[in-house]
Nanobody
């Protein structure tokens, strides 16, 4: 069983930056892939970015060039640096980890709110 604890989030103005982090504890066997989903009000949850333990990375098109995902395998932590934030980035961001590239993923964080507003 892997526990994921997120930190970061809050309120930021359009064009601003924000960083999220997610630390895993417990079993390391389900940490091959880590990443972030988000869910905006009234919308389905969507994949934001994911990264494997050997740094294979994928971004959803809408964040490519603005967001950067990294991970520290020694610390079992994944980070999401978000730059040039837009109003449409407002959502609850969920960290996840899993043992394979494709979902379903085994473990999820509790979610952290990111609000982009002027």
């Amino acid at each position: 069983q892997v526990q994921l604890v997120e930190s970061g989030g809050g309120l930021v103005q359009p064009g601003g930056s924000m960083s999220l982090s997610c630390a895993a504890s417990g079993s390391i066997f389900n940490n091959y892939i880590m990443g972030w989903y988000r869910q905006a009000p009234g919308k389905e949850r969507e994949l934001v970015a994911r990264i494997t333990s050997n740094n294979h990375i994928e971004y959803t098109h809408s964040v490519s060039g603005r967001f950067t995902i990294t991970r520290d395998n020694a610390k079992l932590t994944v980070y999401l640096q978000m730059n040039s934030l837009k109003l449409e980035d407002t959502a609850v961001y969920y960290c996840f980890s899993g043992s394979s590239w494709s979902p379903p993923y085994e473990s999820w964080g509790q979610g952290t709110q990111v609000t982009v507003s002027s």
